[in-house]
């Protein structure tokens, strides 16, 4: 089982949207079971999925510790788990991290975000745990976007598919879908699978991601 924890120690990074946005990606191209475990104490993947329709992924309660979540994760057949956690750092954090079989860091193109991303690097090379980043929410011919890549590099790699700042990202969420289920054919599904194909190519052992200029 593949164990996916989405972390920055940034707030608004997007972490919950990513792993809601995976989840249900990794279902769609057979990667699944999935599960998620929402170690965020703000919710927000809670939320997400108390208003979602389809039975996948699975939700998994983590009351009893993140230990036992992710057995019970295993125990359902979960091919994949995906840990969604909080910007603040917490002791769950830290295990998250450790646990991974990948740390996936999402980066808006600002100073703010690229000034957090130290200690969640930090963290993930304390335990040995690869990472790769993601930029997210970017605007479409912001020079920023590359600038930010570029520095970004300087401390891991950069998956190569870079999120859009899309309205259908937060228009779905409230209805417990994602961009992707909403528009099938529409560019935020291009972005899952490319972003999708990142994230399972460096958890299998795959070459370097370089960033894709914005």
């Excluded at 992710?70 to 002791?91: M, S």
């Excluded at 991290?97 to 100073?111: C, D, E, F, G, N």
Aim: proline fraction near 5%; charge should be neutral.
């Amino acid at each position: 089982m593949h164990i996916l924890t989405v972390a920055s120690r940034k707030g608004g990074a997007g972490k919950t949207m990513v792993s809601s946005l995976l989840g249900v990606e990794a279902e769609r191209v057979g990667a699944g079971p999935v599960c998620l475990i929402d170690a965020d104490p703000m919710r927000g993947l809670t939320m997400w999925w108390n208003r979602r329709k389809a039975d996948t992924p699975v939700l998994v309660a983590h009351d009893n510790g993140l230990a036992p979540a992710i057995a019970a994760a295993a125990a359902h057949g979960a091919k994949l788990l995906i840990i969604d956690t909080a910007p603040h750092l917490e002791e769950i954090t830290v295990e998250a991290v450790a646990r991974a079989s990948l740390v996936l860091i999402p980066v808006r193109p600002s100073p703010q975000d690229l000034w957090a991303v130290g200690t969640t690097v930090e963290m993930a090379k304390r335990a040995s745990v690869p990472f790769l980043f993601v930029v997210n929410a970017v605007k479409h011919g912001v020079s920023a976007t590359a600038e930010a890549a570029i520095a970004l590099s300087e401390y891991g790699q950069v998956a190569k598919q870079t999120l859009y700042d899309r309205t259908a990202y937060g228009g779905t969420a409230v209805i417990g879908q994602t961009a992707p289920e909403r528009e099938p054919n529409g560019k935020a599904a291009d972005e899952a699978r490319g972003l999708w194909e990142c994230v399972i190519r460096k958890m299998d052992g795959g070459g370097n991601e370089q960033a894709a200029a914005a």
